[in-house]
């Protein structure tokens, strides 16, 4: 049971990633690539982890998504229809894209093909392998050598590098002196 | 040899200043002060050749005193003054072929020292003059220098490379120096005829060079000179019908180089267009002393050619032909410097000859020195040290008489006795002792040839020597008097401007030599220039001074009456105010044309150079340059240009593009990297 | 569901997303196949952190959640600065066809 709407989940993910390159207008591939992410955030779901399925909705749909939709607002026409590519364009991109699968595929795969194969085959963890919300601020928190301590101070850092950034990239020079 | 050594020493210094000066002079005309200022820069080349002058009688002196004073101590009355290691060419098995640059002093390279030193001061003081309001004077004086370094350099020298090296410099002030008014055609294409030929005859003077300095282990000419080298290259080389004998195809090579400079028949086509250059260059270069670098050469190999068995037939025959084939032209010219050229021509082939009719009768080797061997070679040596004078003051009258009628042209002149009389006595003096008249100096020249020649039983060219010395007589005698005597035809009052001082001073102090060297010169030349091997031995100068006094007195009576004949009748044709007889126009007989012609012959090399040289040899050697040569290059450049464009695509500027490589890089690495890592 | 198939899925949302970014001719098109692209790795850290790695290495929820949390908290900060760009070339140009910027040319 858990395994069909697993599949079905995979389809539909699959497919409204299809409309999101394919689609010839552009709002339709934003709704699109919204779809998505909502697909992604039941999958982590699925896969137990709810602090991750929280922020994709929260972060990512909720901003960064907003972020996408308000840009297409303001910069296409809504009912325009796009341009496609080259049939050159798309047998090279199709290639490029077999190949990344093949790699990548095989690469994780192998990855994947764990030698004990105790916990390769979805056997669950005991529930106390459930990350609850506690643990992960306690390792999020952490200084020693497997907590995350550093990069959560970094990371401040780079978010505040980008908004400084994208204000002054995105900002209107007419008025102002030179 | 202790006291040789020191005397030799103190004329080092000498020896290098001789060379040193006309260097510096060039260097620093050359390169800075012709162009800031003509006046000095006249003033610090005629001041430098003053010194080399002072320097060379300094050296001639100290040679008299060290070598001629002690014969014992030097070989050859030859010393070498200095002497530096220049190059060495490995032969295999630790042997070297070398050559040394030095100062080396003989009878003929002293009285060559100051022949040159001399006539080109005094060519300096006139230029001076001369070339008051050319504009690019300080050009021309720093030419001249170089010219007199190089021609210094030459004769001075030891071996046949140092030889070689300043003759091909020679050559080239030569050719700056014809073509020194660039601006003119006729000077570039005289210039450019000059320095071709020249180096054409010097091509194979090169073969011949290295084949002999090879095969007999040295350039020096010592060592070439003595009879086991001449021995040792006897012998045949090739198989065939390719096969030669190496002495006479190595001497005649050499020669050819003297065939060239000395300009005889029919390499002589250039020294008549190279009249185009200013008269002090026709007056130092192709009168006193370029031109006879050729006749020094062969006198500086004078044994190797002599035990070759034609070579000297050959220099006798060429240098006959050509003395009186150019005097016959020589007699219908119309331009002043031409028939000066011509006369040069002339009187080279009669120093040729009579290096040539120094060999024994039957053609044998030089084992035996001959007295007439050694009267031949001294009066070759003799006639050019007093054709210097006299031609020389010949071109500088005719380069003051063309400055007054500003024209070269004979038929222009006439009647200058009054306005030129300095000019006209000295030309008087210098004329005559051409034409070999008693008691000047051309007179005692002469005369040592023809008995040379008649005592080694030449009678060939005993015979050209008189018929050129009778048409020498007239041809003078007809320039004289068109251009002093009758009346003036040219178009405008000439030039009523005074002789300049500059320009009539050297032409007086040449008169002095033209008229007297022959009697300074005659117990020089009869006692110490000869062969090296009459030198080795006392017993040979008393037999040449035996020949000379003895049999065929009536040989200078004769010369003496074909001068007269032949003045006389230059004096009946053209003197007695008959104004234009000896100006046949077109309606000349035919043989006249072709004589005043010059007998087509360059005509002839003209056709050779461009039908054979143009259109057999340089069209496809063209052809191969622009299609082959240039057709690789550009093959290989146009690969590089394409590949250059294929890299270009990789920049085109499409962001997706990079992406799409960027993703493929990144792939191949990941993927090797994953499959490798275990 | 088991590793293999989420790796199956990542990988093939991967290549979904690259056939975009190097096909779509607009911008911001082109930014959402990159979002694609991210949102695969995000399922491949949040798959090995439910299921384990090579090797035998014991699943890491925790590990595994973090790292999910702060690739997307980079993945903000870049879609912020992409936008603002995109932001920049419309108002300059007027249009935002990925074929115009090419003045790296070269």
Known sequence: MRDAFFYALCAALLGLAGVTVLARNLFRAALALLGVLLCTAVLFMLLRAEMVALVQVMVYIGGIMIFVLYAVLLTSELGGRMPGPSPVKIAASVFCAALAFG????????????????????????PDNIASLKALGLRLLDPGPDGFLIPFELISLVLLAAMVGAIAIARDDKGRAP | MGSADAGMDSLKLAAYGILLLPLLSFLINGLWLGKKSRTASAWLATLAMGATLILAVAVALGYRAEVLGHPEAFAFRSAVVWEHTWMAFPTGSGAFLAAEAGFHLDPISVMMVLVIAFISFLVHVYSMGYLRDAAASGRFFALLSFFSFAMLGLVVSGNLIQTFFFWELVGAASYLLIGFWYAKPAAVAAA??????????????????????????????????????????????????LAFNLLTAGTLLIFMGAWGKSALFPFHVWLPDAMEGPTPVSSLIHSATMVVAGVFLTARLYPLFSAADITLLVVESAGAFTALFAAVIACTQTDLKRILAFSTLSQLGLMMMALGAGAPEGGEGFSSATGAASAAYSGSMFHIFTHAFFKCLLFLSAGAVIHAIHSNDIRKAGGLRKILPFTYAATLVAALALAGFWPLSGFFSKEEILHAALSNGHYGALFAGLATGGLTAFYMSRYFLLVFHGEYRGGEAPGARREGLLMTVPILILALPSAFAGWMGRGFFTEYVLPWPALAGQG????????????????????????????????????????????????????????????????VWLFLAKRVGGSWIAAPAAWIEVRIVNGAFDLASGFLRRLAFVQSLFHSGQVQWYMAVALLGLLLISGLGGYWIP | MNLTSCLVLSASL?????????????LIAALMSLELMVNAALINFVAFARFGGPRGALPDPEAGSLFALFAVGVTAAETALALAIVIAVHRQRGHLDIRALDRMHG
């Open chain 1, 103 to 126: 790699v990548v595929g095989a690469l994780a795969s192998r990855a994947g093909r764990a030698d004990s194969g105790a916990s390769a085959d979805g056997a669950a963890p005991g």
């Open chain 2, 540 to 603: 040979a100068m008393a037999a040449a001074g035996d020949t000379l006094a003895g049999a065929g007195s009536w040989l200078p009576v004769a010369a003496g009456l074909l001068a007269v004949a032949g003045a006389g009748f230059g004096w009946y044709r053209y003197g007695l105010g008959k104004k234009t007889a000896g100006f046949p126009g077109r309606e000349a007989p035919a043989w006249y044309r072709v004589i005043a012609d010059k007998f087509y012959v360059d005509e």
């Open chain 2, 192 to 241: 450019k005829k000059a320095f071709i030929l020249t180096r054409l005859a010097d091509a194979f003077f090169l073969m011949g060079l290295l084949l002999v300095g090879y095969q007999a282990g040295g350039f020096d000419f010592a060592h070439l000179n003595h009879p086991a080298t001449a021995a040792a290259l006897d012998r045949t080389v090739g198989a065939g019908f």
């Open chain 3, 14 to 26: 991967f290549a979904i997303g690259t056939y975009g970014l190097l096909t779509r001719r607009n």
